[in-house]
């Protein structure tokens, strides 16, 4: 008899849990569900990076420029100044699309002025709220605005301070003052070759 009851009460326990695995089962599925119907109704789900939106999608240099070699910078602004070497800085976010899209042409600057010029990206998330007074921290450069790109030459001087998506010509030009060049016109002029969809070289 006490075996009877025993049994019985095992078996009730188990449609119990039975039910209450399909009730969760159910509930799963109505969520995946869910979550498909609203990733067809969207067009394309969160997750697809896009280099014209302000989405975080991961380290722009190494997602859009192909280039995460340049995040973090490998030098501070100490270094340049001991080596009397000229510094580009650029100030970004990963949620910006014009950060996104500044990221090429900083890589396509890298490619050219990388061994004489220091490049050093800095996202604003790493900055202190306050600007800081040494001309030694990048802080002290930033004007709140992303993208930002601010070279300065081989004594520490500003030369050149622009915001926005800057052509890869008006850096260029910048540069040559920098490392006294001949001027574009006088030169052999890059061109662009397209590597991919989104990565483009320059090239005489």
Do not use: C
Request: aromatic fraction near 10%; avoid cysteine.
């Amino acid at each position: 008899m006490i075996f009877s009851e025993y049994q019985n009460s095992l078996i009730t326990a188990a449609a119990s849990g039975g039910r209450l695995w399909r009730r969760i089962l159910g509930a799963s599925l109505l969520t995946v569900a869910i979550a498909l119907s609203l990733i067809l109704l969207t067009g394309t789900p969160p997750a697809f990076a896009t280099l014209t939106d302000d989405r975080f999608d991961g380290t722009i240099y190494a997602l859009y420029a192909g280039n995460g070699s340049l995040v973090p910078p490998k030098v501070k602004i100490t270094d340049s100044f001991k080596r009397n070497k000229p510094v580009l800085l650029v100030f970004y976010t990963d949620d910006s699309s014009d950060s996104k899209q500044y990221a090429i042409v900083v890589s396509q600057l890298q490619e050219f002025y990388g061994r004489e010029a220091d490049f050093m990206p800095v996202t604003i998330d790493s900055l202190p709220p306050q600007p800081s007074p040494k001309l030694t921290e990048p802080s002290h450069y930033y004007e709140g605005f992303v993208p930002q790109t601010v070279i300065l030459d081989q004594s520490g001087k500003v030369v050149f301070n622009e915001k926005g998506q800057i052509p890869f010509e008006k850096v260029d030009d910048a540069f040559r003052k920098v490392f006294d060049l001949l001027p574009r016109e006088k030169s052999l002029p890059l061109k662009r070759r397209v590597v991919n969809e989104l990565n483009v070289e320059l090239s005489k």
